[in-house]
Structures are given as C-alpha cells and as structure tokens.
C-alpha cells in the first residue's frame, strides 16, 4: 500500500479520500485554492498546499501546480476524485511520467473511452448494444439527414468529447437538425475544444441504469451491480439507488455482463462506470462509460459492503482484488440525494454563501458525505453540491420512508437547498411505483 498520497480535488469527495485514506494508514497530502483556505476537511490531512485562486483554472485545474504539490507532498500517487482533473488523459499521463502513480485507468484506456464516438465503436466490437446512429463522427448535414432519417426522428446530437449533458440536442425532423448541428459543433468546440459530434436515436422515456465495475492489474473485473440514476433533471442526477426497482432479474444480469465485457476489452483497470439506458421495452443501450469515481458510488457501498475508496487505493498500489464475482451480493435498498446550494423555488438558481445554521440527520443506516458544517461559506466558484445524503433500508418502501425522515431532519439554514424538491419526489405515487423515466423532474414541475 502507498506510505502517502495527493487528494487532488475538494469538498466532500477530498474528504471522501482522506478519511479512506486514514483509515488504510496511508498520508495524505491536500490541495486547496484560496476560496477553499481554512475549510474544516484540509486539517483531516497531513498536509495542504494552496494551489491557486477561486477559479479552477488558475487552481484545481492548473496542472503544473497540481504536479508541483505532489512533487513538494513527496507522494507515490494522486487521487482525482470526481470533475476537474479526474478523466484529463493528459494529466494522467503527466502523473505517470512524473513517477506518481494515478489513481485510475491507464491513459490510454482513459484517452479511448473518454471518446464518447470511439467508446461506441469499443462497445459494438465487445457485443454490447448501443443505441442505433451513425456509425462514426458526422461532417455534414446531408449525411446527417440521411443517417436520422434510416434511424427515424427523433434523433440526439452528442459531442464526442461531452460531459455534463453539453453539446447535447434534440432535432425532431430535418430542418431542426440542420440548425441544430451548427448548435451543438459551435457548443462542443466551445467546452471541449473539439467539435466532433455524432447521432444516436432519442430514446422516449428512458431510464438511466449504470452499472459499477472494478478491475485490477491481475486481470480481475468484476462489477458491483447497478445503480438506477433516473431521476434528473437537465441530465444532471438528483436521487440515486441500488438496486434498480422493476428491473428484471434477467435484463439486471445482461446488462451487468455487457458492462463486463466492455471493460475487460478496454483493458481497464481500477475503478469505473458504464453507463446505459434502458427504454420501456426494457432494451438497454450503451451510452459511456466513467472513468472515475462517480459522486454516486456510496450506493454501491451501502448494499455490497464494499469500500470503494479503499478499493481503488488497493488496486493501484498492486493488490489483487479481495472478492470475486459471486461474493458480490446486493443486501436491503440504498437511496441517495444529493444536497445542492440550489433554490428549487427560482429554477434550481445556484445559492452560495453563509451557512449559520446546520443539524444532520443520523442513525442506523444513514450516512450524511459532506465537507460542509454551521459557520461554512458555500463558495460560488465550485459545483453547488454541498453533500449526499443516504439510507440504506431492508426494502425500498422503508428506504424512501427513512429518506423522507431523513431530509426532515437536515437543516441548513442561510442557503437554499434542493432538499424540499426531493421530499416531493419520494412523496410522489410515480416514484414509489418506479414508472419514472429521465424527463419525470422537469415534465413533473415545470420552470
Ligand atoms: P453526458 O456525458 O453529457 O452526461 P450522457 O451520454 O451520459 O451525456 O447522457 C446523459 C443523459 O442524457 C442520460 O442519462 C440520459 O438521461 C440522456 N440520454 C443520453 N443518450 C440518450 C438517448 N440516445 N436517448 C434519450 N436520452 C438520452
């Protein structure tokens, strides 16, 4: 196991690490910018070393400064975490050139699948179904039309190099694809500095179901079931589960395999998601795989027992993985919401600043994953996510009856939060009954 490592992130998934990390014995070393100084979680570590200012281009995202903490901590190997530097080949490859071990797949598997085009064609030669579209990157629009037409409209634009739901649109016949493709090649090269976009089918009324996997570097991949991540809202995740509800026993199986056979092609190893869609035919399609950490994994560790965290760590410092498939088991429900500074009354506004006040929820089988605590700024510079809150129950009414509790029971006060719009969530008969697809949020409550 490594004597010290860098957590090159913040927040709650730098906490997240560090605790995993003192729990192991391993040394950790922090980064922080200067809208971050003084946050409670740092003095968890053994060092932190500012990085930069509030922006996280000039601060988490710098990677020469990044490198130099590293190099200064004296570490073996750095943590990404979620968002910023977590799935930049680049900066993986940097790392390793440096001799600090990455927490994470190699670069070139991450370079492979973080191409969302090249993903697909990975998939298709593994045997795993995407959705129908065009077979490579589209130049222009008569081939475009052309390909949407074989497929039928509607059809989704997606950039190549997306994330975060940008780059990402709807054309419903011909002349709003023209228009559309100009929209999504302008928005892609803007975010991505890479306009390279490709169709696929819309599939109406999907669910979101993602499978998780580990693998390390003795040629072990397993997964660790799935997780249903259907309730969004602008494809962002809100409330998160494992198992899936109503999910077929046969079609959990094959997906669960297909994600396996992905992965072992892409000759990845440590920690990972494959994403997929399933539509009401239940017909699941390949969409993306993550290859990180995902903010949603402690679901995963509520029903299978398994750290992921410590996991990752094992895998990159050589270990053989501790379980084989058939040890994995799904026990009970788990449920997760995640807390944003975000005002549900004036379209989900982001809503830094002050917490005064603050009272979390606890008891058997509730885990609050915060960085935040009463007297704690929440800064305007950074993702507005200040915490996951989860349960974990022997079935899923008990789950959603103790999240309901649970959100009860949290208070923040000087912020606005998203917890009133979840309360509404679980409260609806539609939830329960799991006849929910991706578009439910937004259909559901309108502006
Ligand atoms: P990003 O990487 O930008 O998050 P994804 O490919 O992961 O993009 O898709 C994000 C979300 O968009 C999915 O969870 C799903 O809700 C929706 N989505 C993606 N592909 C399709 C599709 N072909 N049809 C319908 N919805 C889709």
């Known amino acids: 196991m490594f004597k010290r490592i860098l957590v090159a992130n913040r927040g709650e998934i ?19 910018s200067e809208a971050d100084r003084g946050a409670q979680y740092l003095d968890l570590a053994d060092e932190a070393y500012c990085v930069g200012p509030a922006k996280a281009a000039d601060s988490y995202l710098k990677i020469d400064r990044v490198i130099s903490a590293a190099e200064i901590g ?16 680049h900066f993986n490859e940097v790392c390793r050139s440096c001799n600090i071990d990455f927490i994470g797949p190699g670069f070139e598997a991450m370079r492979r699948l973080g191409d969302k085009n090249e993903a697909r064609k990975m998939a298709r030669a593994a045997n795993v179904p995407c959705v129908p579209g065009s077979d490579g990157l589209i130049t222009d629009e008569k081939e475009a039309i052309s390909v949407a037409r074989e497929i039928g409209f509607p059809v989704l634009i997606k950039a190549t190099a997306g994330g975060g739901g940008k780059g990402m649109r709807v054309a419903a016949n011909d002349l709003s694809l023209k228009s559309a493709i100009q929209q999504a090649q302008a928005e892609a090269l803007a975010a991505f500095g890479n306009a390279g976009i490709y169709l696929e089918r819309y599939v109406e009324l999907p669910r979101h179901i993602e499978v998780q996997i580990v693998a390390d570097h003795h040629g072990n991949v397993v997964h660790l079931w799935e997780r249903d991540c259907t309730m969004q809202r602008r494809h962002q995740k809100v409330i998160e589960e494992s198992p899936a509800a109503h999910l077929e026993p046969q079609v959990r199986n094959a997906i669960c395999e297909a994600a396996v056979r ?30 990180r950490i995902q903010v949603e994994h402690p679901v995963t560790e509520m029903v299978t027992g398994i750290d992921l965290i410590k996991t990752q760590l094992r895998i990159a410092s050589g270990e053989p993985l501790p379980f084989k498939q058939s040890d994995i088991k799904q026990t009970g429900v788990a449920l997760e919401c995640r807390i944003n500074a975000e005002d549900p009354a004036r379209g989900f506004q982001p809503s830094p600043g002050l917490i005064t006040r603050m009272m979390t929820p606890g008891g058997p089988g509730v885990r609050f994953d915060s960085h935040a605590y009463p007297g704690y700024t929440v800064s305007p510079h950074y993702d507005s996510m200040i915490g996951k809150l989860l349960v974990h129950r022997p079935t899923r009414d008990e789950a959603i009856q103790a999240m309901k509790q649970a959100l009860g029971e949290l208070r923040i006060e000087g ?5 009133s719009r979840q309360q509404d969530i679980l409260s609806h008969a539609a939830f329960s009954a799991g006849t929910v697809d991706t578009k439910f949020i937004e259909r559901t409550w309108p502006g």
């Open 14 to 32: 730098a906490l997240r690490v560090i605790r995993a990390c003192r729990e192991l014995g391993v040394e950790t070393v922090a980064i922080y």
């Open 74 to 89: 004296n570490v073996q190997a750095i943590h990404p975490g979620y968002g910023f530097l977590s799935e930049n080949a």
């Open 262 to 291: 992905l992965i072992k092609s892409a000759d990845y190893t440590n920690a990972g998601t494959v994403e997929f869609i399933v539509d009401r035919q239940n017909n699941f399609y390949f969409i993306e795989v993550n290859a």
């Open 415 to 419: 912020i606005k939060t998203t917890a």
